[in-house]
């Protein structure tokens, strides 16, 4: 994929049951346009993804999964692994914040994560952002480096390609308190400057990178703008279906 196409992925979290999603993407099909430019994805629960799989227009939306195991089969009770989610979905979310701060998620599982997603075909979001307090102590820098490399250690430069970031800064997530454009423009360029550093300035450039934190209609078109914002990572807007394909119409719109 290259950065001519804006991407758009809806995380549900833990929101919306079997039937309520069915219905939900039925209402999103309605009113999310199809466009050449921007690709649409969804991140149901785990138990709504085979469903909607069977029901989604694959040109209208791809789907994502919010999570699964690194190992792809075995005596793992109560897990689902990338194996077993190929041909159902196209992208798998790895390292959100809530992963790593309610299940203390750490490096080297999203590090597995990545090497399984791409072993099976999966393109792995891998999110990495700060806490208000990292912030604070200024090691924003720091954090990010860390998680960035943590994630992406055994990804070669070809593998690169299929690897989409996530800036989520945790202190701007399902608040309300978006990061300013600034802080976000500040953020992604640290971390394309950091994938420089790592695959070479070629690598780095085509590497699409998301923000996500308080994405509203409102405030998406200043992020729009940010030449190095490829798109977003949205939770609550995801949930509104006037919202989150009004979100979609303002990324077809970027002059980016
Ligand atoms: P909100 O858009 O609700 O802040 O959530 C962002 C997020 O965590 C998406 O993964």
Known sequence: MTRDKKLIIGNWKMNLGVQESSLYV??????????????????????????????????????????FYWRDSGAFTGEVSATQLRGIVQYGIIGHSERRHVFHETDKDTRAKVQAAIRNGIRPVLCIGETANERAIGETDDILYDQLIGGLANVTSEELNEVVIAYEPVWAIGNGHSASPLDVKTAVRAIRHNLKHLYGAKASEAVQILYGGSVTE??????????????????????????????VEKAHKSKN
């Open 26 to 67: 039925h209402k999103l099909a309605e009113k999310v346009q199809i466009h050449r430019n921007v690709e649409v994805v969804l991140a149901p629960t785990m138990l709504t993804l085979q469903t909607l799989s069977l029901q989604v227009n694959f040109r209208q939306f791809k789907l994502a999964a919010q999570n």
């Open 218 to 247: 409102h405030n998406a078109a200043d992020y729009l703008e940010l030449s190095d914002v490829d798109g977003f990572l949205l939770g609550g807007s995801s949930l509104d279906a006037k919202v989150f394909s009004e979100i």
